[in-house]
């Protein structure tokens, strides 16, 4: 199985992968269980207009990404995410999941095998399950609403000369996840354009504070 890197292109652009990776082409095992799960939350993700592609936002890039804690691994920290540019698909399999084994934030580094390459938001989701055992799940989304409104919100944020998959980026999750006392958890990116995080211990939970969210954010909107 060889070892390769990819390519580390530093431009706020949505979908490319700015970390060193070192990714073994390996198939991946997943438990229909965890895949039902998954594709639940993705599916009204989706739906809601917060996770796929358009090619009408974002320069037709897919947008959006889930991830999950591996708990067969030896890694504590290791989880499955969703690969690289695969919003325009319905629905997701094993082989458009990536295992995450190790991060390096200092290094920028990440290792992983799958079918396909992990997400572009890899080291943020990495973070995460590295700050706090009781998450288990974690998902990225894009909302205009949300992220428009995060302040009246009262949302926790990253600042906004931050860009999104930057050691920086790790940085600034990993200290404003500390800050977090219970679970789910919920913040925009300001240096991403409509990027929002949800982090619970299940898809739900997860599913549950976005749109709680949303729809919070759409009152706004509106009023």
Known sequence: MSLFNSRDN???QEGVIKY????QHKALSVTDSILSDLNTCRSVMIANGLLGQDEHRYHGYG????????????????FLISGSQTGQLNSLA??????????????????AYGDVEPSSESMTHG???QQND???????VHSPEIWQHADCLGLAATAKDIPYGTPEMAIAVQKLSSTQSSLPIIFVMKGHEDGVVAAGTTF???THVLLETLHRAK???ES
């Open 127 to 129: 973070v995460l399950y």
């Open 63 to 78: 947008f959006g990404n889930l991830s999950i804690r591996h708990t067969d691994s030896t890694e504590s920290s290791a």
């Open 94 to 111: 094993a082989k458009h999941l990536s295992c995450i084994t190790h991060i390096n934030v200092k290094q920028n580094n990440l290792c």
């Open 20 to 23: 060193s990776l070192d990714f």
């Open 134 to 140: 009781q998450i288990k799940a974690v998902v990225h």
């Open 204 to 206: 739900a939970q997860c």
């Open 10 to 12: 530093m431009m706020e």
């Open 219 to 221: 009152i706004i909107s």
